[in-house]
């Protein structure tokens, strides 16, 4: 299968396992039945540190109804990345990428590239790059309530 044809909006999101910064396994299969917001991130992208606390309050407001973020470091350095990630307390699951992961979401060329997953494991929304959070939030509400 082509790259370019792999992760696109309607098509089943690539399963994965990747161990997270606590050294929990985290499989995107034990997520199913709920909506998932994946995201790849970098520390050094200025539009990714802008999202990360909105997410993390949307796990906190939204993670009761089903939402679950998970983020995928694209930081060469994990240490830096911990480092971040323990600056700003993030609540939900974060990993580090591996090259096999960012080509199955498409190559994963822009950051942040965010996918809306929803329950039964379709990738329902893609962005990538800057984001009008509000989109990212009403799809994410729209998927918690069922709505396509």
């Not at 679950?68 to 971040?84: G, H, L, N, P, T």
């Not at 329902?124 to 939030?137: C, Q, S």
């Amino acid at each position: 299968m082509a790259v370019s044809s792999l992760a696109q909006v309607g098509q089943k999101a690539a399963a994965f396992t990747l161990t997270d910064f606590q050294g929990r396994s985290i499989k995107l299969s034990d997520y199913k039945g709920k909506v998932v917001l994946l995201d790849f991130w970098a520390t050094w992208c200025v539009p990714c540190q802008t999202e990360m606390p909105r997410f993390i309050d949307w796990q906190n407001k939204y993670g009761p109804m089903g939402l679950q973020v998970i983020a995928v470091s694209m930081d060469d350095d994990e240490k830096a990345a911990r480092k971040f990630v323990r600056r700003l307390k993030v609540n939900y699951p974060i990993t580090m990428a591996t090259a096999a992961l960012a080509e199955s979401y498409g190559g994963v060329l822009g950051l942040p590239a965010n996918f809306i997953i929803d329950r039964e494991g379709r990738i329902v929304a893609k962005h990538v790059g800057e984001t009008d959070l509000k989109v990212i939030e009403t799809e994410i509400r729209d998927g918690l309530a069922g709505n396509k």
